[in-house]
C-alpha cells in the first residue's frame, strides 16, 4: 500500500507538472534572489499531499513549499514536488518530482520522477533500485582521477575554509570533470545508475536528499556525511560514490589528497 501510493503521487504530481508544459505560470523568489518557487510547485505538492492524505491521513508531513506538518506517526513523508525548479522556471528539462518515505527515523522507500525525460527512479529499502522498472547499479570507476563526478552549489555563499568553490577548483585545477545539473535527487540518481561516479554537496535539505540517498545505498553505493561519516538527511553535506571509491572521494572533498 506504501508504495502503490508513492507511485500514485508521483504519477498525481507529474499531471500537474504536464499541464504547465506550454503554459505560461508565476514565479517568485524565496529566500535568495535566485531561489525561485513557482505556482507550478504549489501544486505538484497539493497533488501529493492529497494523496497521502487520502490513504495515510496520520501519516506526518516534511514538505519544501508547506514546511513540516506534523503527526504522531512512525511515517514521514519527505515531499519536494520539483526538484530542480530553477531549471523548470527556465524550461530546462532537468527537474523531478522526489518523495521519501521514512519510518522510524529509516528511509524505507524512495521515487524520483522525471517527466519531460519520462525517467523513473524507484529504491526500497532491502530490495534494490529500478530505473524504469530495470534493476540499477553504481559504476565500477575506481580512482577519482578517472571520475565523471556531479555537485551542486548553495544559492548564497558562506565565508568557510574548504568550501564549494574551493573544493571544485581542487577537481577541475587536476582536470577531473564535474557537472552541475541543478537538481540533487537527480543528480543522486544518476550516480545510482552509473552515469556519474559520485556526488558531493555542501548544503541540502531533507527533500532534496531523502529519495535519491536511498538510491544510491540501494544501487550498491555508499552516502555519507561530508566528513565521511554515517548520513543524515536533516544534515547538510553529503557524499555520494560507488563503493570502490567513495573514501577516496572522501578524502578530496576534505582536502587530504588532490591539492596542487
Known sequence: MHK????????????????FDDIAFDIASKDGRNDLVTEVDHASEKAIIE??????????????????????????????????TINFAHRIP??????????????????VYNPFMNEMFLAERGQGATFNGKP???SKKERVENACLVTGFPYTYLDQPNGPLQVFERF????????????????????ACGRFDGFYEHSLKPWDSAAGYLMVQEAGGIVTNIHG???????PGIIAANDIMHGDLVKWVKGEVGSL
Open 172 to 191: 577541475i585545477r587536476r582536470g577531473i570533470p564535474v557537472r552541475r545539473l541543478g537538481s540533487a535527487a537527480l543528480d543522486l540518481c544518476w550516480v
Open 51 to 84: 494523496t497521502i492524505r487520502a490513504q495515510f491521513p496520520d501519516h506526518h508531513i516534511l514538505t519544501e513549499e508547506s514546511g513540516d506538518l506534523p503527526q504522531a506517526s512512525e511515517y514521514k513523508w519527505i515531499i519536494d514536488p520539483i526538484d530542480g
Open 4 to 19: 502503490q501510493t508513492l507511485l500514485t503521487a508521483i504519477e498525481a504530481a507529474a499531471a500537474v507538472i504536464r499541464r
Open 94 to 111: 532537468i527537474c523531478a518530482v522526489s518523495i521519501g518515505l521514512e519510518y522510524q527515523g529509516q528511509m524505507v522507500l524512495g521515487a
Open 136 to 138: 540499477i547499479q553504481v
Open 229 to 235: 561519516e554515517p548520513y543524515s538527511v536533516y544534515e
